[in-house]
């Protein structure tokens, strides 16, 4: 079983336990956690493909990755964008990551035009 930590507003969590059939690669257990956050949450924008997830593990510490690629804008409020951010955030770090970062094509500044990802790789 999976913990999945999906946010229902910006604090309010529901913890889900889904069965899911996960890979023996560490990086594509990750995008298989993605894809079940994906169809659970209710506010992952359609246009938003799952992400490339790359994983670093060392000293005993799994830093993951998550680079989104997309051409157009999405459009999403605060409200979602933020649920869309601590769910993601959350659900790895429930599942072993220890630190994750986003980057959104190819950079690091906002998730999807809202949250600041100034410090994502620091």
């Known amino acids: 079983d999976i913990e999945l930590t999906l946010y229902e507003d ?14 023996t690669d560490p990086a594509g257990r990750y995008r298989v956690i993605l894809a ?3 169809s659970n ?3 992952w924008p359609q246009a938003l493909p799952l992400p490339e997830v790359f994983l670093l593990e060392e000293n005993n510490s799994r830093n993951v990755t998550l680079h989104f690629r997309f051409e ?4 999403v409020s605060v409200i979602e964008e933020v649920r869309l951010y ?8 429930a599942n072993g990551a ?6 959104v094509n190819d950079n ?10 100034g410090n994502a790789l620091n």
């Open 36 to 38: 079940a956050v994906q």
């Open 86 to 93: 601590n769910s993601i955030i959350a659900t790895l770090q």
């Open 108 to 117: 690091a500044e906002t998730f999807l035009g809202h949250l600041s990802l």
């Open 72 to 75: 157009e804008s999405i459009a």
């Open 98 to 103: 220890n630190q994750v970062h986003l980057l």
């Open 10 to 23: 910006h604090v309010v969590k529901r913890p889900l336990r889904v069965t899911l059939e996960l890979p």
């Open 41 to 43: 949450l209710g506010v």
